[in-house]
């Protein structure tokens, strides 16, 4: 079965401080990896999807970006954070559009 | 505008009770609803997955019913546990991705369960 792992699990940065938040995936190859964010009293937004090495979409525009450097490793990062930034990121994979999302435990990310 | 609404937003029972969590949906085309459940501080873990044909699934003490006509789903738990404590969130897939499987997906805000001893 597939494992997500991601970390760190909590991250407290400043605001203007560069962001690197890795997520890797074992029990699958080539998966379709994606990155979520949510927010207090809101659902999962989508970041950032992938469906292979080196091909990364974007829902939404932002202060952040995504690489996929490897099948199974998906990045997050950011040049400078913003107080916005702020939330609960989850890093995800699947196989194809029937099968379930399966998903990390997340990073609890804190810009002060 | 495809959109997913939940209720309650927040629910508090005692334990071994029963209890039935509601989700509405716009979202057409449609392929399958999935409902998950997020303990505090984790990830999201997939309970069932309903295609349009699908008008019961279960998993345990959980049982999910879909009405595809009126776009409406519920979760029912049954002699509920604390370990049942989490937010429950529903979620629906459209027939056509643009791209990677979930990047179509819609997600409802969750219901955020308590169980009381």
């Known amino acids: 079965s597939q494992t997500i792992h991601q970390w760190p699990a909590t991250l407290v940065q400043p605001v203007g401080s560069p962001l690197s938040l890795e997520c890797t995936v074992e029990?699958?190859?080539?998966?379709?990896l994606y990155w979520y964010r949510q927010a207090a009293g809101r659902g999962l937004q989508l970041l950032f999807y992938s469906v292979g090495i080196g091909q990364i979409s974007s829902e939404v525009p932002q202060n952040l970006s995504a690489s996929r450097p490897q099948d199974r490793q998906f990045i997050l990062s950011s040049k400078k954070l913003l107080l916005s930034d702020s939330g609960f990121y989850l890093c995800?994979?699947?196989?194809?559009?029937?099968?379930?999302?399966?998903f990390g435990n997340g990073t609890r990310l804190t810009v002060t | 505008k495809n959109q997913v609404e939940q209720s309650p937003q927040s629910l508090i029972i005692l334990e071994g009770k029963n209890c039935t969590l509601q989700?509405?949906?716009?979202?057409?085309?449609?392929?399958?609803l999935r409902w998950y459940k997020q303990d505090t501080g984790r990830g999201p873990v997939s309970l069932t997955i309903?295609?349009?044909?699908?008008n019961t699934k279960s998993n345990g003490r959980y049982t999910a019913t879909l009405d595809a006509d009126t776009k409406q789903s519920s979760l029912h738990i049954t002699a509920s546990q604390l370990s049942d404590s989490a937010s429950y969130i529903c979620v629906v897939s459209p027939g056509m991705y643009s791209g990677g499987g979930a990047d179509g997906l819609t997600f409802g805000k969750g219901t955020h369960l308590i169980i009381q001893p």
């Open positions: 989700c509405n949906y716009t979202v057409s085309p449609f392929s399958n």
């Open positions: 309903m295609t349009f044909s699908e």
């Open positions: 995800a994979c699947d196989r194809d559009s029937g099968s379930p999302l399966h």
């Open positions: 029990g699958t190859s080539n998966p379709n």
